[in-house]
């Protein structure tokens, strides 16, 4: 993130909120570390009924793109059509951008820095268990 802001071409109008510190990029580290244990047992729950890499492929970027678009990320919700704002305020990476947004840059924000956080921890312990019962059932029939 340094480096990016630092030496990448065109960021230059790109800046940290003046308070950002060691407490901010932590809480932005766990907020990426929320969303990946999420997402990662998603697509491992995906991964281990599917018998080819390229079928999976597939369908982790059928899941992949369609979970970024209908989130807050890329376009504000303030300006999406009525049904695409609903979509967007439940999808968890609305709400792990939501928080970097908080955490890095001065700006307004869709919800409290808790209640994201505890939606991206909710988030990735439900995937988790899933993902847990689902690779025991998948372990014990082999």
Known sequence: MVLAIRFVPGLEGLSLSTGYGVIEFLIT?????????????LFTMISIRMTNMESLMAVINLLNLPIMFTSAALFPIAIMPDWLATIAKYNPLTF???????????????????????????????????????????????
């Open 96 to 142: 792990a951008a939501d928080a970097i947004r908080q955490m890095a840059f001065d700006g307004t924000s869709l919800y409290s820095l808790e209640l994201d956080i505890l939606a991206l921890l909710a988030f990735a312990i439900i995937m988790e268990l899933i993902c847990i019962i689902i690779s025991r059932k998948a372990l014990a029939s082999k």
């Open 29 to 41: 580290l766990l907020v990426i570390i929320l969303m990946a244990l999420g997402f990662g047992s």
